[in-house]
């Protein structure tokens, strides 16, 4: 069973982080525009289990289509770190995936997009995102707390606070602070 090790917390400059992070030797693995839809039951069972259904597509800039990914994410075990069951696979076809969670009677609730840049530190992957909405993160995944906490020294980030919450978690808190149903954000519909 695949676990899922990660450190995320809110920056304030995913320039000024990618600037940290190539001095400290990280190394740079590209930028992708992705577009993360989740699914629940119609009663919404996997949100209320703290689990979720998603079908991820990422693509970089003059590639076409890219790659899709399915990911089922177990509830959060407890700690100081976000730390979950994970089962992950590719997928040829993005909508095909989806089209068959809808008639496997699975419910679109939330599709967002996120700019993501990928570096790599020693084991551990480290990702500075930028949301609609919500502002730019980092990422650390790594196969320990210890590596994962290594990596967040070594960047100067061992006194930011620690964000638990996924970004589906983060999204909907944003909807219903802001009284907004909408299920799909964009960076396109952020700029207006």
Known sequence: MAVEIEAKMQISSVDAMAGRLRD???AYHGTVLERNVYFDT?????????EGLRVRHATREGEGDGRAVMTYKGPRQPGPLKMRREIEFVVDDAAAAEAMLTALKYKKVLAFEKQRQTWQ?????????????????????????DEVDSVRRRLGLDQTPLITTSYLGLIFAYLDDHGLGRADLSFEEHAD
């Open 24 to 26: 400290v030797g990280g």
């Open 42 to 50: 119609p009663d919404g069972e996997l949100k209320a289990a703290d």
């Open 121 to 145: 530190i020693d084991a551990c992957e480290v990702v500075l995102d930028t949301l609609p909405h919500l502002g730019e993160f980092l990422e650390i995944e790594g196969p320990s707390e």
